[in-house]
């Protein structure tokens, strides 16, 4: 079965902290995502990986980096964390190719920043 | 103008009604069309692909209309279970990503 695992379900942070967002992957999976995802707005795409230390910016990047040194593992980072980053946070994964279309998200980390 | 956009409801069925969605994108060169289903505090997971020629998978069926740039689903007896945020998703470009709606949210009642 396959399994998108995120280090924290809550996670309660103060505004200026730095915070890492970790997820794993046990699929073998190229491709790494993160997104955040609020009310109205559905689901935005902030970094996205398809290959290990390889990194794309995605549709809302900044406040955020991304660290990819190993192929299972995704690491979505806010340097200095602000109260409008309070968001449910989702990691995704899909395999290269014409599959790549299926992405298997782990059960988020939603974030308050306070 | 959104990249793909959905009405977000939500549309409430009795058990056993047909109900369908659309959404339209913006982008003419999107290539591919999926609907993905969020269930209330959940992950998001793929439902089915979109083809042009439309298809079915048991009681959905999907349809893409390339023309009018719009993708539908329709779901027939509806479910207690069928309860859900329908995500309609584009893949335009190369790259692995894809582009989400803000959904559908589907309630079915008794």
């Known amino acids: 079965d396959v399994k998108v695992t995120q280090s924290s379900r809550y996670l309660v942070k103060r505004t200026g902290e730095k915070v890492f967002l970790e997820c794993v992957q046990d699929?073998?999976?190229?491709?790494m995502f993160w997104y955040r995802q609020d009310p109205g707005l559905g689901l935005r795409l902030i970094y996205f990986s398809y290959d290990v230390k390889m990194k794309e910016k995605g549709d809302i990047p900044e406040g955020y980096s991304v660290s990819r040194e190993k192929k299972e593992r995704f690491s979505l980072i806010l340097e200095s964390a602000s109260t409008n980053q309070t968001s449910m946070y989702l990691c995704?994964?899909?395999?290269?190719?014409?599959?790549?279309?299926?992405?298997?998200f782990g059960p988020g980390t939603r974030l308050t920043v306070t | 103008r959104k990249e793909v956009e959905q009405d977000p409801g939500p549309f409430n069925v009795p058990e056993g009604a047909t109900v369908a969605f659309n959404c339209t994108y913006s982008n003419s060169a999107s290539q591919s069309f999926f609907w993905y289903r969020q269930d209330c505090r959940k992950e998001p997971k793929l439902l089915m692909s979109?083809?042009?020629s439309g298809n079915e998978d048991g009681r959905f069926t999907a349809q893409l209309n390339r023309a009018s740039q719009y993708i539908s689903l329709l779901i027939r007896d509806s479910k207690l279970s069928d309860s859900a945020t329908y995500l309609c998703v584009v893949k335009t470009g190369t790259a692995s990503k894809l582009t989400f709606g803000t959904g559908t949210r589907l309630q079915v009642t008794l």
């Open positions: 995704a994964s899909s395999p290269h190719g014409v599959a790549a279309y299926e992405q298997y």
């Open positions: 699929m073998d999976h190229e491709n």
């Open positions: 979109v083809y042009s």
